[in-house]
């Protein structure tokens, strides 16, 4: 009798005892030839990084984590699971093409981005009740510029100056369309999304992207992994 409680008691804790689970992980920066970042390294692969090669990838749960070489075996990790890790992936191999946004640089999550009215179909985020700023090319000539959203306000713009704070008289709401016309003519147009990215890293770049602001996400991941 007492056998057969222990062979049950022993069954039990095999059953109970955790299991680590590898999941998929992420590249995201390094020097690593074989592993360019937007890479997907299935759980359990074994990777190999040279003596002068390094790795940024995202852990299990989406925290950024590095590894130097020489090195050759597997990484725990991924992007926080099959979601984050394929948003990621395909946020970081659609990089060449988002880059056209460039001109839309994050003056930091916090302070809220400053958007290039000359750029066509950008998506923006700003953290709710923050204001961005507004940007446009200097010119030889003062300019009345139009920004038509939920109502049009008229916006006086000097030929000296490349940024303007967002107008008081135009309300900032989400998931909305905005237009800028200089003399009668369509400039350029965005959309608005007031989105808080809170989190880890891996966190914080998925609600970016899938909020539609793959620039911003991208400078975000770039932010965290550029050499300091």
Do not use: H
Not at 38 to 66: C, F, H, M, R, W
Not at 193 to 202: H, T, W, Y
């Amino acid at each position: 009798m007492m056998k057969q409680i222990f062979r049950l008691a022993v069954a039990f804790l095999v059953v109970v005892a955790p299991v680590k689970v590898l999941a998929d992980s992420v590249i995201v920066g390094g020097n690593a030839g074989a592993y360019p970042p937007g890479t997907v390294v299935p759980a359990g692969q074994s990777i190999n990084l040279g003596a002068e090669e390094s790795i940024d990838y995202l852990e299990k749960g989406g925290s950024l984590q590095s590894k130097a070489g020489p090195f050759d075996g597997v990484i725990d990790g991924g992007g926080g699971g099959g979601t984050t890790t394929q948003v990621i992936a395909e946020l970081m191999k659609s990089g060449r093409n988002v880059k056209k946004l460039g001109a839309m640089r994050s003056q930091g999550l916090s302070d809220g981005p400053a958007v290039d009215l000359e750029l066509e179909g950008v998506t923006f985020c700003v953290a709710p009740g923050l204001k961005p700023m507004l940007r446009m090319t200097e010119d030889t000539v003062d300019r009345i510029v139009i920004l038509e959203g939920p109502v049009a306000v008229e916006v006086a713009w000097a030929a000296s100056v490349a940024e303007l704070s967002w107008p008081s008289g135009a309300p900032l709401t989400d998931n909305t369309d905005y237009i800028a016309l200089v003399d009668d003519l369509d400039v350029g147009s965005f959309t608005v999304r007031l989105v808080k990215p809170e989190g880890n890293l891996g966190q914080r770049v998925q609600i970016l992207a899938e909020a539609g602001c793959k620039a911003q996400a991208l400078e975000e991941l770039n932010k965290a992994v550029e050499p300091k």
